[in-house]
Each structure stands twice: as structure tokens, then as C-alpha cells.
């Protein structure tokens, strides 16, 4: 038999395991329906419970913030080489209508009502094949970071080459701009941190994730001759004292900060979950 062959005859069996398990996991759920209805979660609230009550009961946090890069080999590697964060898992050649309607579908009612090509606006076009997605999740301790690349269908997963060309201007002034904070551990040398950052960061070619000053700088010799304690700006105003915190740029351009949240401030986040959880359980 041939590579071909072999080939069709697998693609045959996993289509038809997926069916069958399609099918079993249907008839599964459909049975279960009213089973779970019924049972209590943890809290006492049925799962019919559940969907009538307020929208933020629904909920059980956040579950990863995604981050659009030009380059996703380089951001890979920040992540997970100098951030240390782990590989969830990666998916990609995402195509078709149903992904270009889930994702873009304002963004093309946009542009139709602008008089517009869609892609003059950065609408990629998924839906034929032209551009396709990729992406990765990697998880830190308490959050999931899920990078995504849009490129066009003839350059490779990972490619230095995107779809659109990045943002231009990265100023974390602007309206929308978002950005990733990194929660730090309580008992680490912050400043020493920074320090490291940049380090590992230029080690692997990435010159351009530079930490904030907590003095004035106007050259970059300025900043990296500034002392080592003006990495980290330490909050003492009410009711914010206990802040720790330092502004970044991440090898993309995009806003990172690196926080510590001591004593007070983090006693206020604490109880304010735990009123949270108690308002919900009611």
C-alpha cells in the first residue's frame, strides 16, 4: 500500500472514530441534561438556578488574556524562555466562514459601512483562506496568556511575517490599549528582577524590553545608567499604598507591568473576593 494510501485509510478511521465519538458524546449529554439541571453545584445553585440568576454568577473568572503578535516565534520565547511560562497547547490554519464570522464579523459591518475593503481596515480574509490564524496558550500560576498571529496562507506557522503591520504607536494613553500585568512574589528583590529582565531579554535578542525608571530619563543611556533602586515605584497614597509596580515593553510592543500588591492594598483585594464569593453564593 501506498504513503497515500496509508495516508486516506487513516484520515478514514479518524473520521469515522469522530463521528462515532461525536455521536456517543451527544447521546451522553443529551441523557445528562436533566441529571446536572438537578444537581447542586458546590455553592447550592442547580444549574437551571444558575441560568436565571444575575450575569456575574455565571461566571467563574478570567480564563486567558490573548495578545495579537507580529513575530510568534519571538513572542513564544519571551513567555516561555524568559518569562518561564508553560505551553498549554498550540492550534493553527485556522480558515473558513465560521471563524471569519465569529471573529471579524463587526469589523466587516465596519467596513461595509464605510465603503470600504475590509482589509484596509486590517480584516484579514479568513474566510476564503487567504490569511490564516494560529495560536498558543501558555499558562502562568494564575493566568493563561493566549498569543495569536494572523499571516498570510502562503508563510509558515511561526513566521516573523503577519497579516497587518503592527500599531505604531504603543502608548498605554491610548483609548483600548490594554495591557498584561505579572503578578511578582512577595518575597522576591524586585529592582534585582528588572534587572534580570533586561538581561535575559537582551541575552536572546530582544533589546527591546526595557523597564521604566521612577526618575526622569530622556536617552536610553540615561535609563540604563539610572541606580538600580529607581526600577520600582512604591505606592504609600491611600488606597493604593502597598503597590509595587514597574512599566514594561515587551519584545512585540506591547504594555507589560510587574506588580507586587502588599499590605494594604493587598488586604482590600482580599476581602473584596471574599465579599464577591459571599454576594454570589447568595
Not at 449529554?29 to 441529571?35: E, H, I, K, N
Not at 440568576?53 to 510568534?72: C, E
Not at 505551553?87 to 464579523?105: I, K, M, S, Y
Not at 531579554?201 to 526622569?216: E, P, Y
Request: net charge negative; aromatic share 6%.
Amino acid at each position: 500500500m501506498t504513503d497515500e494510501a496509508d495516508n486516506a485509510t487513516d484520515m478514514g478511521r479518524r473520521a469515522l472514530l469522530q463521528t462515532a465519538g461525536a455521536a456517543v458524546v451527544t447521546g451522553l449529554a443529551g441523557a445528562a441534561t436533566d441529571a446536572r439541571a438537578a444537581a447542586p453545584d458546590a455553592d447550592g445553585m442547580s444549574s437551571a438556578e444558575r441560568d436565571e440568576a444575575p450575569l456575574g454568577a455565571r461566571l467563574q473568572g478570567v480564563q486567558h488574556f490573548g495578545l495579537t503578535v507580529q513575530n510568534m516565534e519571538r513572542a513564544y520565547q519571551f513567555y516561555t524562555e524568559v518569562l518561564g511560562g508553560t505551553e498549554v497547547f498550540r492550534h493553527g490554519d485556522f480558515e473558513g466562514d465560521g471563524v471569519q464570522n465569529t471573529l471579524l464579523a463587526d469589523q466587516e459591518i465596519e467596513a461595509h459601512a464605510r465603503g470600504v475593503n475590509p482589509r484596509t481596515i486590517g480584516v484579514p480574509d479568513l474566510r476564503s483562506g487567504a490569511q490564516r490564524l494560529d495560536v498558543r496558550f501558555i499558562q502562568f500560576d494564575n493566568m493563561v496568556l493566549e498569543l495569536l498571529q494572523y499571516r498570510e496562507a502562503d508563510q509558515p506557522m511561526g513566521s516573523a511575517k503577519s497579516f497587518a503591520e503592527p500599531v505604531e504607536h504603543m502608548s498605554p494613553a491610548f483609548p483600548r490599549m490594554m495591557h498584561i500585568c505579572f503578578y511578582v512574589r512577595d518575597d522576591v528583590d524586585f529592582n534585582k528582577f528588572i534587572v534580570d529582565l533586561e538581561a535575559e531579554s537582551a541575552r536572546c535578542g530582544m533589546t527591546q524590553v526595557r523597564a521604566n525608571r521612577t526618575v526622569r530619563v530622556t536617552t536610553e543611556a540615561d535609563r540604563k545608567a539610572a541606580p538600580r533602586s529607581t526600577n520600582t515605584n512604591r505606592v504609600t497614597a491611600e488606597p493604593s499604598n502597598g503597590w509595587e509596580l514597574i512599566y514594561c515593553k515587551g519584545p512585540e510592543g506591547e504594555q507589560l507591568e510587574f506588580v507586587k500588591a502588599l499590605g494594604p492594598v493587598k488586604k482590600r483585594f482580599s476581602e473584596a473576593l471574599a465579599k464577591r464569593q459571599q454576594k454570589i453564593v447568595r
